[in-house]
């Protein structure tokens, strides 16, 4: 499978833990996009990054949110001292170019107790 | 700041019908607009749109653009139980960055 793979599907986790999530883009994709959803509501950007440099992160993104695309390939995003508002499916995307479509994988369901 | 609206938010028909999904948009610097399907996980591309009037065809699916009146329809025809899902429309603009409606669940019934 050659799509946009993340890592892991699901995480279940204690308030106040920390989390890393791992996001592999399609290969040969310069633009990786992070992006959170809730029930009920669309994708909310989070941040992107064109090869490594992180070009854009959303005011969303709190302190406690990190990520980062070292080589320009795969990308980690990391959340800091866990709060129940975190639960969500985080959703990876990645794309060639600025003008081309964004490509999704299928997403961290993170639930924070 | 960029607003995407999708209407109706549900819909329920049966088999066979055809149905129109709307999406409406105001953006700074408007790049493009995409539609998406997600049914129980990550939205998978259907569309990408940057000129008005040309439309776009895949199968049962079409969409058109209109950048003077700031919306976009998808078409489904004959539907099937498979087209249950949810439907995502989203624009691109100065930003570079997706900015999505809320969705629209479609329900076929057989």
Known sequence: DTGVSQDPRHKITKRGQNVTFRCDPISEHNRLYWYRQTLGQGPEFLTYFQNEAQLEKSRLLSDRFSAERPKGSFSTLEIQRTEQGDSAMYLCASSINRDSEQYFGPGTRLTVT | ?110
């Open chain 2, 1 to 110: 700041e960029d607003k995407v609206v999708q209407s109706p938010l549900s819909l329920v028909v049966h088999e066979g019908d055809t149905v129109t999904l709307n999406c409406s948009y105001e953006v700074t610097n408007f790049r493009s607009l995409l539609w998406y399907k997600q049914e129980k996980k990550a939205p998978t591309f259907l569309f990408m749109l940057t000129s008005s009037g040309i439309e776009k065809k895949s199968g049962r699916l079409s969409s058109i653009l209109d950048k003077k009146e700031l919306f976009s329809i998808l078409n489904i025809t004959a539907t099937q139980t498979g087209d249950s899902a949810i439907y995502l429309c989203a624009t691109e603009g100065g930003s570079e960055k997706l900015v999505f409606g809320k969705g629209m669940k479609l329900t076929v019934n057989p």
